[in-house]
């Protein structure tokens, strides 16, 4: 007996001390990652898409250009301007005739200087359909530049001229006062014109090839596992570049993030769930931003029925959005807009979402009345429709909510097919779906961003809209010069697709939860989209 008490004693020490040994290895892996020059590691989402600015982009372009490019300028916290790859500006009275000058110490990651034809490759590539760029239509405010795009002009005509190495014009079809906030997409981002010949050859994801005209440029990338940023010592401002290698890692799903960041494997975890926020509520690592974004469903417009403006409106008013986010997390906040919640007038200083009558509100009765008058009374009839999501945890929880409340509410069935974000994000672009989630952070820091995305020539239209009545209204908005007169035919536009022709179902906005590792500070927000913005964060000493 007494031997046996001997062995289970053993045992429990056996376990306490390897307890402890694990605790003081994570432990030991924290402090070494987070002293000296070590690099700093991001945990990100799955990998999507590529790296060259004027092709098929996704949230894995979005993390590393914000890194590792230079726009021409662009928007800091206080919205004023801060100059990049540009020093100045002029316009003239109309805002149609834009010129800028580039800073003649602004260089490559190879050391080549970067020049006005590095600006002008990635336009002349963009409008090129076969880049598969979602940014093209970006450019159409410049002359003939949607014409070029639809094969209807030759590239000759582009209203956009090298006038020498460091100028660079840009001639428009009508005014537009935003812009200087298009500037920072990626169509209007440099690609060096001596490897940058064609999307799709490989150039972007090859270090070789790979040169970056901002902070860091590429050294390593490694498909599905992570790519690393090093320093660039030919930045024009690197004394302010205070951290030497930034890694950034995939993860394919948000439990894994989490993890890793709770054992030292990576020193910043983003986007993760509200379960998150809840675990590290109170912590100094938690750091939540407000997300100019909006989470919404696309109905496909060539399916039946959805391609009727009453079960569309039918679907929207039956879902509980106050219920739904109550269930999915309490980062998430209801909305019934397209654009975002927290995107803000800046010629109002208030949310746009604030400054009208809400675009719908929800009435389960009416919504059976109008199901009824579409042919399915009590959802008789009504066929089975695909909804498909990726498979994050918020997708999925909102997901079966959504179909529990349909059914209750319409009695009609919803099938739920969860995808790998890459694989959700191609069937979207290509058309391949009833109903498809959709997630949309603002690009640029005016509800251009969101309008565009419904255009009957939209690069990201999606769902088959073809609508005269908006087109008109979002173009009327985009070259009214007076603000509020500006506002007023933005907020038109917003109504007539959301409230009236009901293209999408808006479901909620969410603050995004990340976690920092305390140590680390200088760590900022992009304006415009609300995300992190690592090109200057340092470790403190």
Not at 8 to 22: D, E, G, P
Not at 102 to 108: N, V
Request: net charge negative.
């Amino acid at each position: 007996m007494k031997r046996k008490h001997y062995l289970i004693w053993a045992c429990v020490l056996l376990i306490v001390l390897s307890v402890m040994i694990s605790s003081w290895k994570i432990s030991s892996r924290k402090e070494e990652n987070l002293s000296g020059e070590e690099a700093v590691v991001v945990g990100i989402g799955s990998e999507t898409g590529g790296l060259d600015p004027a092709g098929n982009i996704a949230l894995t372009y979005l993390t590393y250009s914000v890194t590792a490019l230079d726009e021409l300028l662009t928007y800091n916290e206080s919205g004023e301007i801060e100059y990049r790859a540009a020093d100045s500006y002029e316009v003239n009275e109309d805002f149609t005739e834009w010129t800028f000058h580039l800073r003649k110490d602004g260089r490559w990651s190879d050391g080549s200087f970067v020049t006005a034809k590095d600006f002008l490759n990635t336009i002349q590539r963009a409008l090129d359909p076969k880049s598969g760029s979602g940014y093209a239509n970006y450019l159409f405010p410049i002359k003939n530049a949607e014409e070029i795009y639809m094969g209807e002009q030759d590239m000759e005509t582009l209203g956009v001229s090298v006038e020498d190495d460091y100028t660079i014009h840009f001639s428009l079809e009508e005014p537009c006062v935003y812009f200087l906030k298009l500037l920072r997409l990626p169509v209007y981002t440099p690609s060096n014109s001596v490897y940058a010949t064609e999307v799709g050859n490989g150039w972007d994801k090859n270090p070789d090839t790979s040169l970056s005209n901002g902070p860091y440029y590429l050294e390593e990338y490694i498909p599905e596992q992570y790519f690393t940023l090093k320093k660039n010592p030919y930045y024009w401002n690197q004394e302010q570049v205070k951290t030497e290698t930034i890694v950034f890692r995939f993860f394919s799903d948000q439990q894994s993030l989490q993890s890793a960041y709770e054992t030292g494997e990576v020193d910043i975890a983003t986007g993760l769930p509200s379960s998150s926020a809840e675990l590290y509520a109170g912590e100094p690592d938690l750091v939540l931003t407000n997300s100019i974004a909006t989470r919404y469903i696309y109905p496909n417009l060539s399916v039946e029925p959805l391609d009727d403006v009453r079960v569309r409106k039918a679907i929207n008013l039956a879902i509980d959005r106050e219920a739904l986010c109550k269930m999915v997390g309490q980062e998430a906040e209801p909305t019934v807009n397209f654009i975002a919640k927290y995107m803000v007038n800046s010629s109002t200083g208030q949310y746009y979402s604030e400054e009208t009558e809400p675009l719908f509100e929800e009435n389960v009765e009416e919504a059976r009345r109008l199901l009824a008058e579409a042919g399915y009374p009590n959802g008789e009839g009504f066929p089975e429709l695909v909804y498909k999501y990726p498979s994050l945890e918020l997708d999925t929880d909102t997901a079966q909510v959504i179909q529990e409340q349909l059914k209750q509410n319409l009695n009609i069935s919803i099938q739920l097919q969860p995808q790998e974000l890459q694989t959700n994000y191609s069937d979207r672009r290509a058309g391949d779906f009833d109903l498809c989630r959709m997630n949309w952070t603002a690009d640029f820091a005016d509800p251009y961003t969101y309008l565009s995305m419904l255009l009957s020539n939209g690069t990201y239209n999606c769902s088959g809209i073809n609508d005269p009545v908006y087109d008109k209204l979002v173009e009327a908005s985009s070259r009214e010069l007076d603000a509020q007169k500006r506002t007023t035919l933005i907020h038109e536009a917003e109504k007539w697709a959301v409230g009236e022709q009901f293209y999408i179902i808006p479901l909620f906005s969410v603050k995004t939860c990340n976690l920092v590792n305390p140590d680390i500070e200088n760590l900022h927000t992009i304006p415009a989209t609300g995300a992190l913005e690592y090109r200057y964060m340092e470790r403190k000493e």
